[in-house]
């Protein structure tokens, strides 16, 4: 390590001085002018990235699959540009079976899909989601995962002629997805120069991978063998079947890969032929540097300066040049200066075009969240309550204010294996930024070594990646964007009249009625073609919609025709499926099968008559307010404040609490600080969100909202302390052993209008 830092840095970093006029230096004004237009492409090019945590790595018919959605932009903060995710399930013939249009606030939300036995059958699925700005890239971008769903569900009938089971045996219907047939020995190995090409008479080291029928990878070694068929390499695959090996090529010679396959079958493969000049680029890492090596041919040297930038999430990071004297040269520059993830470097040769390319990651694994899970008790007995505390801190120790999710399943019932998952560390970070199928991604980061990570390097020197193409960047040649954020949901069509040859009605009323909160109406005309548009209110999952129309006079003989939402075109098919996973997937159906076959003896798994019910009691406001603050920490005693807001009066907020709050609370205003002010003092009110007090407002969400105390006096200094002497707001977020959503829908009521036109439902 101390040799390396003895490594003499002879690029010219770009950190220039103030002072420096960039006029009479051409070359860093050029360089200026690369940063400033990957600034301009990163400004006009929007880019969000998904992520979906699951409950389960595989289902059976019968389940639900429970998700959560973050919805991130280009540097992995939570975006605010989307407020629509779409989330699909698609088949194993490329047909979207289930689609959904899941509300976001602040960059994430939730999600269900019901797999229902009389729509869906047992097979390979995929899930894919994505925002209207993610189909600028394509789907490629898109967040993809690959699903198993079997069917462990008993038999809906049994008939007389069915041959009788053992005493005691239940009778069997698994079914697992067809495996994927792979011919051994066809199998396809692809070669990637470091830096993008071979240059005669200079090593390079030559990536490797190779992927069998099914699209999963093969396990391959062999050897290099020139003209004269003399060998002058060996290779072998490490994990997923990539490798490299070096090779130094030499004038007027050809070399051809001997593939061997398991089984022996080989295989003799053509390397790219390399370039008579041109320049290398090496990329390796130490501890905490990045050691980048140039190397270029006799005919190119004191030719011109040459030029070096790294850039990670569309922001340059790092830029140097340097007049090449000699055939090799060497600059390291301190990881400290990137971001976690990937980062690209560049190399331009001196017509400032781009010549040679490498992705490197950067992992900081000392720098990642801690999270302790502190359970009540030592142990527990079978049914018994279990109360955890999730206590999340960064490195030294201090609380993370953050929003997370968590699913809890039995691993004796649901095994999975670790490499398999996808985790929001390895998409966001890694598969969101490359473009082409990964390979079990979390397997990089079960563990921090220098194994993994060395098989990391080698994943990105092979993986082709191309968000956007540097001559575009450098010509300003920005793409026009045929997608934009959505900001809410919408929904048009047109009204004609209710005949065999239908017309437009012009001037004709529209009325919108939507099931949130207490119920929205919304209303339009049409305009000359009978068209009307409602745009950007607001929804969630469940949330459906009654739309109404008359003509210009009032009269009903019309029809609503509404417009069906564009689909996005399957492009990506058949995503891979590792069966490796097929003994976990067999037990975790036996496991769903016996579970299925009890509720089905007690009649729960298939509709039943119900007997009448009795409604002996009336939800009312009062047993509103009692469940949304059964968990409140107000030390003047739950409920007592000046003012309580329950989870039923947030209901119809789309946004973060900050703004949601803006108008309802009594005399309490909000300043252009953003602070809550009650009437009469001077500084803000004191925040306090779960009992900790001194919290952010902005870091909370409205649907995780159960009441909102309000205690505007100076009085409250006795309680909380002279930081509270002008008046707290106290927060309390729902728990998960309170129904919000039964009490939801026992207390609002809604009365849907005569004769609706139109029902749909999202």
Not at 89 to 98: E, F, M, N, P
Not at 222 to 242: C, L, M, P, R, W
Request: with cysteine.
């Amino acid at each position: 390590m101390k040799k390396l830092l003895f490594v003499l840095l002879i690029f010219t970093s770009l950190c220039l001085k103030a002072q420096e006029n960039t006029s009479t230096n051409p070359a860093i004004s050029k360089l200026q002018t690369i940063a400033a237009s990957l600034d301009s492409f990163r400004r006009k090019v929007p880019v969000e990235k998904v992520h979906l945590h699951f409950d389960k790595p595989y289902y059976s018919l019968g389940d639900t699959i429970w998700m959560k959605a973050y919805v991130v932009i280009q540097s992995n903060e939570l975006s605010a540009l989307s407020q629509i995710l779409h989330a699909d399930l698609i088949d194993d013939k490329d047909s979207v079976r289930v689609s959904l249009h899941l509300p976001l606030t602040n960059g994430f939300g939730w999600g269900s899909i019901v797999l229902d036995d009389t729509l869906l059958q047992a097979g390979n699925y995929h899930i894919r989601a994505y925002t209207n700005i993610m189909r600028n890239l394509g789907e490629t971008y898109f967040f993809n995962k690959a699903i198993m769903i079997g069917n462990a569900m008993p038999p809906k009938s049994i008939t007389q002629s069915s041959p009788p089971s053992k005493k005691g045996a239940t009778p069997k219907n698994i079914e697992q997805p067809a495996p994927v047939n792979d011919d051994p020995a066809a199998i396809s190995v692809q070669f990637f120069p470091e830096g993008g090409d071979l240059i005669n008479n200079i090593t390079s080291k030559v990536g490797f991978k190779a992927v069998g029928a099914n699209g999963l990878s093969r396990e391959i070694s062999g050897y290099v063998v020139d003209k004269d068929n003399k060998q002058v390499a060996t290779f072998q695959s490490e994990h997923a079947g990539i490798g490299a090996f070096m090779l130094q090529p030499a004038a007027d010679n050809t070399y051809t890969a001997v593939v061997k396959i398991a089984g022996g079958t080989e295989k003799r493969i053509e390397l790219p032929k390399a370039a008579q000049q041109g320049f290398t680029l090496s990329v390796t890492q130490s501890d905490d540097n990045i050691i980048v090596n140039i190397q270029a041919s006799n005919s190119l040297l004191n030719t011109g300066d040459v030029s070096l930038v790294a850039q990670a999430n569309n922001i340059v990071q790092y830029s140097g040049k340097k007049l090449l004297t000699s055939n090799s040269i060497t600059t390291v520059i301190p990881k400290n200066r990137f971001p976690e993830g990937i980062t690209q470097f560049t190399l331009f040769g001196p017509d400032y075009q781009p010549v040679a390319e490498r992705l490197v990651f950067i992992h900081d694994p000392d720098n990642h969240l801690k999270i302790n899970l502190v359970q009540d008790k030592p142990g527990y007995a079978k049914r018994d309550k279990a109360h955890f505390d999730v206590q999340v801190t960064d490195r030294d120790g201090k609380p993370i204010v953050g929003t997370f999710s968590m699913a809890v399943t039995d691993d004796g019932k649901v095994p999975y294996q670790e490499a398999n998952e996808t985790t929001i560390f390895s998409n966001l970070l890694l598969t969101s930024d490359l473009k082409g199928y990964v390979e079990q991604p979390n397997y990089y980061f079960t563990e921090n070594n220098a194994d993994k990570d060395h098989q990391l390097d080698n994943l990105l020197l092979t993986q082709g990646w191309r968000k956007f193409i540097w001559k575009d960047i450098m010509g300003r040649n920005f793409q026009t964007l045929a997608y934009h954020a959505e900001e809410g949901f919408g929904l048009n069509g047109r009204i004609v009249t209710d005949k065999k040859k239908p017309t437009p009605v012009a001037g004709g009323k529209v009325t919108l009625l939507i099931n949130i909160g207490g119920g929205i109406i919304l209303d339009t005309v049409t305009n000359s073609e009978g068209r009307f548009s409602f745009n950007k209110f607001p929804f969630r999952k469940g949330t459906t919609f009654n739309v109404m129309a008359t003509d210009a006079k009032g009269k009903k003989n019309v029809k609503v025709e509404l417009d069906e939402p564009t689909p996005q075109a399957v492009t990506l098919k058949n995503l891979p499926l590792d069966q490796s996973e097929n003994k976990d997937f067999s037990t975790y159906l036996e496991n769903s099968r016996q579970r299925f076959d009890e509720l089905d003896k007690n009649g729960m798994l298939h509709s039943i008559t119900l007997k009448e019910v009795v409604i002996k009691e009336k939800i009312t406001p009062e047993t509103i307010k009692e469940v949304a603050v059964q968990h409140s920490e107000n030390l003047a005693g739950a409920g007592k404040a000046d003012q309580v807001l329950t989870f039923i009066d947030l209901l119809a907020c789309q946004s973060d609490l900050a703004h949601c709050l803006m108008g309802r609370l009594t005399g309490v205003q909000v300043k252009a600080d953003g602070g809550f002010y009650a009437r009469g003092f001077e500084w803000p009110m004191y925040i306090v969100v779960d009992g900790i007090g001194g919290r952010e407002i902005n870091s909370v969400v409205s649907s995780d909202v159960s009441s909102v105390e309000v205690l505007r006096g100076g009085g409250a200094a006795a309680l909380y302390g002279m930081h509270a002497a002008n008046g707290v707001l106290i927060i309390t977020t729902k728990k998960g052993d309170v129904d919000y959503n039964a009490y939801t829908v026992g207390y609002l009521k809604y009365t849907p209008p005569q004769k609706p036109q139109v029902l749909i439902a999202y």
